[in-house]
C-alpha cells in the first residue's frame, strides 16, 4: 500500500467517526430536551406540571415589570371520593376533560398546569383581579355544565371550587 492509500484510509476513518459523533451528539441532544419537557409537564393531562409552572411564574414575574397578572387556583371538589366511587380510569376521564375545558378557555398568553389530584392553577397575564373572578366563574359553571357520555361518571355531576389573587409589580 502506498502512502496516498494509507492517508486516505486514515481521512476516511476520521470522517466516519465526526459524522458518528456527530449524529450521537444531535441524538442526546433530543433526549435531553424530550426529558426536560417531561420534567415540566404532566404526562396524563400534558398541561405543566408544579415544576413547570413555577418556572413559567419566574419568567411572569421577571417580566411583568409595571403590569399585574392573577392566578387563579381550581379544585375540582370531592376528587377523591369521585376516584373512590368511580374509579380511576373515570377519575382520568374527569381530569382530562377539565384540563381540555381550561386549556380551551385560557388565551394563549396564559399559563394552566396541574398541581395535584384535582388541583389546578393558572397565571392569567395582564389581567386584574376583577377580571380574572369573571373568567373563574364562567369556568366554574362550565365544569358544572360538562356531561359524560358513558361509565360512571353518566350519572355524577363534576363542581370545582376556585380562588383568584393579583400580582402586581
Given at each position: 500500500?502506498?502512502?496516498?492509500?494509507?492517508?486516505?484510509?486514515?481521512?476516511?476513518?476520521?470522517?466516519?467517526?465526526?459524522?458518528?459523533?456527530?449524529?450521537?451528539?444531535?441524538?442526546?441532544?433530543?433526549?435531553?430536551?424530550?426529558?426536560?419537557?417531561?420534567?415540566?409537564?404532566?404526562?396524563?393531562?400534558?398541561?405543566?406540571?408544579?415544576?413547570g409552572?413555577?418556572?413559567?411564574?419566574?419568567?411572569?414575574?421577571?417580566?411583568?415589570?409595571?403590569?399585574?397578572?392573577?392566578?387563579?387556583?381550581?379544585?375540582?371538589?370531592?376528587?377523591?371520593?369521585?376516584?373512590?366511587?368511580?374509579?380511576r380510569?373515570?377519575?382520568?376521564?374527569?381530569?382530562?376533560?377539565?384540563?381540555e375545558?381550561?386549556?380551551?378557555?385560557?388565551?394563549?398568553?396564559?399559563?394552566?398546569?396541574?398541581?395535584?389530584?384535582?388541583?389546578?392553577?393558572?397565571?392569567?397575564?395582564?389581567?386584574?383581579?376583577?377580571?380574572?373572578?369573571?373568567?373563574?366563574?364562567?369556568?366554574?359553571?362550565?365544569?358544572?355544565?360538562?356531561?359524560?357520555?358513558?361509565?360512571?361518571?353518566?350519572?355524577?355531576?363534576?363542581?370545582?371550587?376556585?380562588?383568584?389573587?393579583?400580582?402586581?409589580?
Amino acid at each position: 500500500h502506498s502512502s496516498y492509500w494509507t492517508w486516505m484510509n486514515a481521512t476516511y476513518a476520521v470522517l466516519v467517526v465526526v459524522v458518528g459523533l456527530t449524529f450521537i451528539a444531535a441524538v442526546m441532544a433530543d433526549v435531553i430536551e424530550e426529558l426536560r419537557g417531561r420534567a415540566m409537564e404532566d404526562p396524563l393531562t400534558r398541561l405543566l406540571n408544579r415544576r413547570g409552572f413555577e418556572d413559567a411564574a419566574r419568567k411572569q414575574i421577571a417580566k411583568a415589570k409595571g403590569r399585574c397578572f392573577s392566578i387563579a387556583v381550581c379544585d375540582i371538589d370531592h376528587f377523591k371520593a369521585i376516584v373512590e366511587s368511580c374509579g380511576r380510569v373515570d377519575g382520568d376521564v374527569a381530569l382530562l376533560k377539565v384540563a381540555e375545558l381550561l386549556r380551551e378557555n385560557l388565551r394563549r398568553s396564559d399559563e394552566v398546569a396541574r398541581f395535584d389530584g384535582g388541583e389546578f392553577v393558572m397565571l392569567l397575564s395582564d389581567l386584574h383581579r376583577e377580571d380574572a373572578r369573571d373568567l373563574i366563574e364562567q369556568l366554574r359553571r362550565a365544569i358544572e355544565a360538562m356531561r359524560f357520555s358513558d361509565g360512571s361518571l353518566q350519572r355524577r355531576r363534576i363542581t370545582a371550587s376556585f380562588g383568584v389573587a393579583e400580582y402586581r409589580v
